[in-house]
């Protein structure tokens, strides 16, 4: 199982941090993705990094802003979102895929529930 926290309300120029716990042992076998879905649109990749954390790779709109970061020891995944934006509005999402990453939210196994980043102008 996954659990993201971390959303809310942020006016635009601030920062957020998710985090995303998850309760399965092997977690670090796992590559996690961060994956976001806005009000009308489909979802898409923001981020993700390795099971070993030595891969890293952000999406266009997150590159320079946001950054992802994983600590095996306590099984969890975070994303460090800096100069918020309006467009960045969006439920978040964490996931977890076996081994090797992927930007493709198809092939990820295990997915989080979403918590909810609004950002205003």
């Known amino acids: 199982q996954l659990q993201a926290c971390g959303g809310g309300l942020v006016q635009a120029g601030g920062s957020l941090t998710l985090s995303c716990a998850a309760s399965?042992?092997?977690?670090?076998?796992?590559?996690m993705g961060w994956f976001r879905q806005a009000p009308g649109k489909e979802r898409e990749f923001v981020a993700y990094?390795?099971?070993?954390?030595?891969?890293?790779t952000y999406a266009d709109s997150a590159k320079d802003r946001f950054t992802i970061s994983r600590d095996n020891a306590k099984n969890t995944v975070s994303l460090q979102m800096n100069s918020l934006k309006p467009e960045d509005t969006a439920v978040y999402y964490c996931?977890?895929?076996?081994?090797?990453?992927?930007?493709?939210?198809?092939?990820?196994?295990?997915w989080g529930q979403g918590t909810l980043v609004t950002v205003s102008s």
């Open positions: 996931a977890a895929k076996y081994y090797k990453p992927s930007a493709y939210a198809h092939e990820y196994d295990y």
């Open positions: 399965e042992r092997t977690f670090s076998s796992y590559s």
């Open positions: 990094i390795s099971w070993s954390g030595d891969s890293l």
